[in-house]
């Protein structure tokens, strides 16, 4: 509670490479000027058929701002809890305002609806109102649900696609992030409350979370 963690590639990171899970809480701490705030992985080292421990932080009244890319990346299963209420996290003047994910689940995972604190009037801060969940976006890795694991999504869940620009390239190329489903996808939509995915460039949904404004 009440840390600083600033200027690295991860300003906190919860690598699990076991089967063991990991249940910690971050209170009140500043996540600032890192590349992401928090990473939370079970795919970077390790033997990865035994890699099955899942990240379960519990997220309370934190603030996340000027991240380079995103405020949250998940590598492979992630469940974290975020705070609601007088707990709730606060998004500010990141590159990306939504959360990374990518790699493969090992296991069974429900992401939430997340919501933040979030000020249009910080500098580099495109207007996000703080009832918009935050977007899920495919990046750096392809997302694969692993065969007999399932991911829950709730209904309103913005998913977005991004593409990676391949390097010296003349025409340039890309790599489409996607998600593969080997297992099961369980979404909690309806008629009247939809769940959707969609690009990267698109504003309408989870707002501007390239940060190019009105530009696409």
Do not use: C, M
């Not at 009832?131 to 309103?156: E, F, K, S």
């Not at 992030?177 to 009247?192: F, I, K, N, P, R």
């Amino acid at each position: 509670s009440g840390w600083t963690f600033t200027n690295n590639e991860y300003g906190a990171a919860l690598d699990i490479r076991s089967a063991y899970s990991i249940t910690v809480t971050f209170t009140n701490n500043t996540f600032t000027a890192n590349d992401y705030g928090l990473l939370i992985s079970n795919v970077l080292g390790g033997v990865a058929t035994q890699n099955t421990g899942v990240g379960r932080p519990t997220l309370n009244g934190n603030t996340f701002t000027t991240q380079r890319l995103f405020p949250i990346l998940y590598q492979g299963t992630a469940e974290p809890v975020f705070g609601t209420g007088g707990n709730l996290n606060g998004f500010y003047g990141n590159t990306h305002t939504g959360i990374a994910v990518g790699g493969d689940l090992r296991g069974s995972a429900t992401w939430p609806l997340v919501t933040g604190k979030s000020d249009s009037t910080f500098p580099g801060t495109p207007e996000r109102p703080v009832t918009d969940p935050l977007p899920y976006v495919l990046y750096d890795n392809d997302l694969i649900v692993n065969p007999g694991v399932t991911l829950t999504l709730p209904a309103g869940v913005v998913v977005k696609g991004h593409k990676t620009v391949l390097p010296n390239l003349i025409p340039v190329d890309y790599v489409r992030h996607s998600l593969t489903v080997q297992g099961q996808l369980v979404l909690g939509a309806s008629a009247g409350n939809l769940a959707y995915f969609t690009s990267f460039a698109d504003d309408t949904r989870g707002g501007d979370t390239n940060g190019d404004r009105t530009i696409t």
